[in-house]
């Protein structure tokens, strides 16, 4: 008997065995391992999204001044002033020796002109919105005639 | 075509070394300049003048104290009964209000002064619902939003406008046609030794809105 022949027989001797092994002590092997329990996965069902609820914005009425910045020197005489507040509201533009008197428009928008004393200017725009709502909003300004 | 051969000339002519000093003086020259913009801006400022000396003085804004230097070359300019006037530096005084128009160092927190105004405390400006009118003492009673009533004495000098409201432009107007219930803007100076009385200068009158 060759070599070849004694290592098969045995390698065939030694799988049988364990076979025959797992057969006849593998049932009471499972029951005594411990159980092995996986974590519960929930798939996301086909629900709607939630929709953002849109609430209409505090009824703040205010007015802002865009043009011109705070504390500016303004190169000409004649100044342009500009902002945001209510639509249609009667916008008062406030200044050293004159007032405008103008309507802000369908996006709110408003734009006025005041004359500029030499030295330090208050602006104020103040405006008049619906059911006798009022806002004030103040700049200052500097203009001089000197070349500067 | 003439200056393209010129340019051509030029990038041949200069030498790489050349070029490379110019730039780096070019960058400089850039740095220096943005420094400088950096440390000085043109500003404006507005308070009373706290303190002079002979080259400088100093003026109280709503925030702090700014120290103002005077140039060779300042201007003083104040309105003297309506008409402009120019002053020279040593007219300003303590006490005054003034506008200095200058530019101003960042680092020293010092304004060079090249233009200063001479200002008068401004008017007022009350704005309200007219509540009465007396047409024998030629006044109006005002009551602002917040509440608070002034007595508005009408001047022979007082402008008084009235917003028209479809030919969107002001009309004059006169004391007469003010009614009560009607929104006006009044600028005006408060009468002395008499609180919440404002002596009109010109009255906007709104209408009832």
Do not use: C
């Not at chain 2, 420094?35 to 804004?61: D, H, M, N, P």
């Not at chain 2, 060079?112 to 200002?119: L, P, R």
């Amino acid at each position: 008997m060759n070599k070849d022949a004694i290592l098969a027989t045995a390698i065939g001797l030694i799988l049988g065995l364990t076979i025959a092994g797992a057969f006849i002590f593998g049932p009471n092997l499972i029951k005594a391992l411990p159980k092995i329990t996986f974590p519960a996965i929930s798939l996301p069902k086909n629900t709607p999204k939630p929709v953002p609820q849109l609430t209409s914005p505090p009824n703040v009425f205010g007015v802002t001044i865009t043009a011109p910045l705070e504390d500016t020197i303004e190169p000409k005489k004649d100044v342009v002033v500009s902002g945001m507040t209510e639509r249609g509201a009667t916008v008062v533009i406030g200044g050293p020796t004159d007032d405008d008197v103008v309507s802000a428009g369908e996006n709110g928008a408003y734009a006025g002109k005041v004359t500029a004393s030499e030295g330090k200017n208050d602006i104020i725009v103040t405006a008049y919105g619906s059911e006798g709502k009022q806002a004030q909003s103040t700049v200052t300004i500097y203009y001089t005639e000197e070349e500067f | 075509m003439l200056l393209m051969s010129a340019l051509t000339t030029v990038a041949f002519a200069a030498t790489p070394s050349a070029t490379n000093q110019k730039i780096e003086d070019l960058k400089d020259r850039l740095a220096t300049k943005v420094a400088e913009l950096r440390q000085t801006s043109r500003k404006a400022i507005y308070g009373t003048v706290k303190s002079t000396s002979i080259t400088s003085f100093v003026v109280e804004t709503k925030t702090k104290d700014i120290k103002i230097e005077q140039t060779d070359d300042i201007k003083v300019i104040q309105y003297l009964k309506d008409k402009r006037t120019a002053l020279t530096s040593e007219d300003i005084t303590k006490g005054d209000l003034v506008s200095v128009f200058g530019d101003y160092d960042t680092t020293l927190d010092l304004l060079k002064a090249t233009i200063v105004v001479i200002q008068s405390p401004g008017p007022e400006r009350i704005s309200g619902t007219v509540t009465a009118r007396d047409d024998k003492e030629y006044t109006l009673t005002i009551k602002n939003p917040q509440g608070v009533t002034y007595i508005v004495d009408i001047e022979k000098s007082t402008k008084t406008r009235m917003w028209n409201r479809e030919k969107k432009a002001q009309d004059k107007s006169g004391f007469s046609k003010i009614v009560a219930g009607n929104v006006v803007h009044i600028v005006g100076f408060p009468v002395p030794k008499k609180e919440l009385r404002i002596s009109a200068d010109r009255i906007l009158d709104l209408g009832t809105l």
